[in-house]
């Protein structure tokens, strides 16, 4: 029985619609439409650019202010450091049995022989 064959020509077609956009067309996908790309306008800085002249506040208020941040720096660092030993105490003995278990079994394995098998060997 002859079976009729459809052209397999999928040629694209540009439609104007606006003088903004096109839109392409090919025979078996809907149409594309293609915008122009603007340009977004760009946000205003929300500080300074530059540098002011002089210093709002005193050399001492600067070294009292860097103490008071290190202060609270060494704090959290010892808090963390205090979580992590926490951690670790919680989470040793779970590993410790992993790994036990794991070399045992290793060990079992390399304990027991390997059973070779006997191939079929071809006739002579």
């Known amino acids: ?7 397999s020509s999928k040629v694209a077609t540009t439609v104007n619609k606006s003088p ?3 839109v392409k067309v090919t025979k078996y996908s809907k149409p594309i439409e293609i915008k122009k790309v ?4 760009t946000k205003t800085r929300r500080f300074a650019t530059t540098r002011p002249d002089e210093p709002k506040i005193s050399l001492e208020e ?11 720096n060494n704090y959290e660092v010892m808090e963390f450091l205090e979580d ?9 003995p779970y590993v410790v049995k992993a790994f036990n278990f794991v070399k045992d079994k290793v060990q079992e394995f390399s304990a027991t022989p390997v059973e070779k098998k006997e191939e079929d060997k071809p006739a002579e």
């Open 1 to 7: 029985m002859a079976v009729r064959r459809r052209s």
């Open 38 to 41: 603007t340009e977004t306008p």
């Open 20 to 22: 903004s956009a096109e």
């Open 62 to 72: 600067y070294v009292t202010d860097f103490k008071i941040r290190m202060q609270i």
């Open 84 to 92: 992590c030993k926490k951690w670790y105490n919680t989470s040793s």
